[in-house]
């Protein structure tokens, strides 16, 4: 063989090992064909069947962050075109008082989370959150990622906040780790194991979820308006995560977030079928701007918190 023909071969291979290296980090968001993970609705429902009273009544979100991402690295396979990205909280408000779910982060994280041109922090936006997470009856976070728990972590009066925030165990381990400082003057919190679901608040359950962190959980709501809300925070970040059955390439989770890929993609298998069972449930991730926008527009979400205690 001559040395066009070797330098042929060469480059043959060279492109098999680069078209299998884009393959598996970029392309494979694979996920099991069955889930073990179990989407007990049925139970969820029955913690808060003793609520109806109580129940909440409205559902307002807050935009302290916003930015850009390819939706290629949320979800693998997908275009590599730019998708909105915000850094949300919510409010669920009824008339015990609110469970703020998710407190972001401040403009300090905020400056080394968002990304590119489109990056945006909200200080007003920020400000509401803090403000209604004095007046909360129950304040909780999805996981213990800085624009998830960086709200917790910057509270200028933690003894305050202790007296509202619920964590898990590994919650409360990440926020050891963020800010050690804070972590111990919250550690009068209402810190739970969580190995099952547990009701928080009327109408609010707490649903164990390890995987994108260790202590990453869902909220199940039940409005009295009959709605029913899942908060699934980082399991995905954009809704097609579930409804395309796809996880976030390798290469994020492998080089920037170090999740459970196993656990994620099993997670995604399950509330893909959950949304199937239950085409009514609202699920919403975290991070997906036109979703949430849509649910803005569409009324089941408000806009920007209401401060003052009810």
């Known amino acids: 063989m001559g040395w066009i023909g ?13 078209a299998g290296a884009y393959w598996y980090y970029v392309a494979d968001g694979a996920v099991p064909s069955t889930a073990t993970y179990q989407t007990d609705i049925a139970g969820w429902r029955a913690l808060v069947a003793a609520d109806t009273a109580a129940l909440p009544t409205e559902i307002r979100v807050e935009y302290v ?21 915000v850094r949300a909280a919510f409010q669920v408000n009824g008339p015990t008082g609110s469970v703020i779910i998710d407190t972001t982060m401040d ?56 007296e509202r925030l619920t964590l898990t165990t590994k919650q409360y381990e990440g926020l050891k780790k963020l800010a050690p400082d ?15 679901a547990e009701r928080v608040a009327p109408g609010v ?35 097609s995560n579930v409804t395309d059955l796809a996880t976030r390439p390798r290469f994020v989770q492998t080089f920037y977030i170090s999740e459970d890929r196993a656990a994620v993609a099993d997670q995604i298998r399950a509330l893909h079928e959950l949304a199937v069972k239950e085409p009514a449930l609202t699920i919403i991730p975290a991070h997906d701007a036109p979703v ?19």
């Open 182 to 196: 804070e972590a111990t003057a919250l550690a009068k919190a209402d810190i739970r194991a969580l190995d099952k």
């Open 65 to 85: 962050g916003r930015d850009t991402i390819p939706l290629a690295a949320m979800q693998a396979g997908a275009p590599f075109e730019q998708y909105k990205r």
């Open 292 to 310: 949430i926008e849509g649910l803005v527009t569409s009324g089941l979400l408000k806009t920007e918190f209401a401060v003052e205690a009810p």
């Open 205 to 239: 359950v707490m649903i164990p979820a390890p995987g994108h962190t260790p202590g990453s959980v869902m909220f199940f709501v039940k409005l009295a308006d009959g709605h029913e809300v899942l908060f699934i925070g980082d399991i995905a970040w954009v809704l």
């Open 107 to 162: 403009k300090t994280i905020a400056e080394k989370a968002q990304q590119g041109p489109a990056a945006a922090f909200d200080d007003a936006s920020y400000g509401r959150v803090i403000a209604a997470m004095g007046n909360a009856l129950r304040v909780v976070v999805t996981h213990e990622h800085a624009d998830h728990i960086g709200g917790v972590s910057k509270f200028p009066v933690p003894e305050r906040l202790a």
């Open 6 to 18: 070797r330098i042929g071969i060469g480059l043959l291979i060279i492109a098999a090992v680069l």
